[in-house]
């Protein structure tokens, strides 16, 4: 055991500015996974044959294979079919955002269908129609039961999120590893930067946490 | 008035209403009554399309709503519905789960809709409830809301599917009484309902479906006492 610590210090700037292109990137990806999911929630709980049929083989794709794959395909493999480069950062937002909007759909139609059906008949014998009962009385409850499978969502992508490494995508994980080869040690700043993650998930399920204790307020 | 002509409903392989024809008149109030399973509420769903029949057509005021084309919506204004299970909305205060549709689907202003609402409840008797959120009401309460929020529509027919039927026994008058209110303003009134003594008390007239059959049909005081089918004498024997 020779764990020395002082050695990293000068390079704790340089892997601190990791946790913002980490949280910058995961938080562009969890904000298009979260649109693009809803929308193909919405596609899942309509009657139309087509909609339904594409948001189920969208789903069935990206959860279907390795996450690590699809960012490869779209960091290197796109571009030689192309002969266009994709940037670490787009390609990151594009295989994250994609990749979370299918498991998003999936926890938002599971929540929508959770809601009791009553409330549909009891708003269409009311006269109201879709789009104020999705807004006003569907949609809010909904989000009850989303919210802690959505939070879940979240803060596998933030930990996932080390996978764009392997693209040289400078991110919290890439920063720990371009350290561990400079100085000849690894374990300190593994060590460093897996404590940086876990304040990141555990403030993540804090703010879930009291999200959740809002919502509960007409419990 | 409400003319059901020959309504047949399938679910499936399962037809649940087999050929039904009645009228409702005007201010009439009519009780549905029969055995579990035997399409009363399936019948009563079928007079705001919450169920399509599967043929056959029904008029309201001489509209024929069975219409492809009509405008669901539309018809639903005008005729509220009270459920065996209340569905109130969980999420909004009792006021809020009474002034939403008047403002969302009549348009009206908040402070219009509220006082609407407020006019109600203190009918059904909730006026210190207003704030409350459904869940914190008992079975009886949640009803009554269920009722304002129903009325507050300005509805010309009201349905109620078995309203008394998830109460607590000690529960039941409570929402009969606000029932009864109603049945003395003059509204058209369908209900379905297990308490023979209020359908005898309060109904102009009473259907007995049986297999999704309208076995018999006419006056509380012919149908309790004169029953004419073996089916109703059967069904009455074993409920009075």
């Keep these: 055991m020779n764990l020395d610590f002082s050695q990293i210090v000068p390079y704790i700037p ?7 292109v980490t949280l910058g990137f995961v938080f562009v990806s969890i904000l298009i996974g979260l649109i693009l999911g809803i929308i193909l929630a919405l596609f899942k709980i309509t009657k139309s044959k087509l909609l339904i049929g594409v948001a189920d083989v969208y789903t069935s794709i990206f959860r279907g294979t390795p996450l690590i794959l699809q960012l490869m395909i779209i960091y290197f493999a796109i571009p030689q079919l192309t002969g266009y480069d994709i940037g670490a950062f787009v390609s990151a937002i594009m295989a994250f955002g994609l990749n979370s909007a299918a498991y998003v759909s999936e926890i938002i139609r599971a929540g929508i269908m959770a809601v009791d059906r009553g409330q549909i008949e009891a708003a269409e014998a009311l006269g109201v129609s879709y789009r104020p009962m999705m807004q006003n009385i569907i949609l809010p409850q909904a989000v009850k039961n989303i919210l802690p499978a959505l939070m879940n969502e979240f803060i596998t992508l933030t930990k996932e999120s080390a996978i764009v490494s392997t693209i040289g995508y400078l991110d919290l994980m890439r920063r720990a590893q371009i350290v561990g080869a400079d100085i000849y040690r690894n374990f300190e700043p593994l060590l460093f930067v897996g404590a940086i993650y876990w304040v990141m998930v555990f403030v993540l399920t804090k703010l879930g946490k009291a999200a959740e204790r809002r919502l509960r307020q007409s419990d | 008035m409400i ?41 009563l769903r079928c007079l705001n399309l919450l169920e399509e029949p599967t043929s056959g057509n029904i008029f309201i005021n001489d509209k024929k ?59 059904v008797g909730l ?52 029932m009864k209110d109603l049945v003395d303003t003059g509204m058209t009134m369908v209900i379905v309902t297990h308490e023979m003594n209020f359908a005898k008390e309060v ?38």
């Design chain 2, 203 to 240: 109904a102009d007239k009473v259907l007995f479906l049986a297999d999704g059959v309208l076995v018999e049909e006419g006056r509380p005081q012919e149908f309790f006492n004169h029953p004419k089918t073996e089916r109703a004498q059967d069904f009455l024997a074993k409920v009075l």
């Design chain 1, 14 to 20: 340089f892997m601190i500015e990791g946790i913002w």
């Design chain 2, 3 to 43: 003319k059901a002509v020959n309504i047949t409903k399938d679910f499936g392989a399962n037809t649940v209403l087999k050929d039904i024809s009645t009228t409702i008149n005007h201010g009439e109030v009519v009780a549905i009554i029969g055995p579990s399973g035997s399409g009363k509420s399936t019948f």
């Design chain 2, 65 to 123: 709503i069975t219409d492809k084309k009509i405008d669901k919506l539309a018809i639903r204004k005008n005729i509220g519905m009270v459920f065996q299970h209340f569905h109130l909305f969980p999420h909004m205060t009792v006021l809020e789960n009474v002034a939403y549709a008047p403002q969302k689907v009549k348009k009206l202003s908040k402070t219009e809709a509220e006082s609407i609402a407020n006019k109600l409840l203190d009918k």
């Design chain 2, 127 to 178: 006026t210190d409830k207003v704030a409350a959120y459904p869940n914190r009401l008992s079975g009886g309460q949640k009803q009554r809301v269920a009722i304002a929020r129903a009325l507050a529509m300005e509805p010309e027919i009201m349905l109620f599917d078995e309203p008394t039927s998830a109460l607590d026994p000690e529960m039941v008058k409570e929402v009969l009484d606000v």
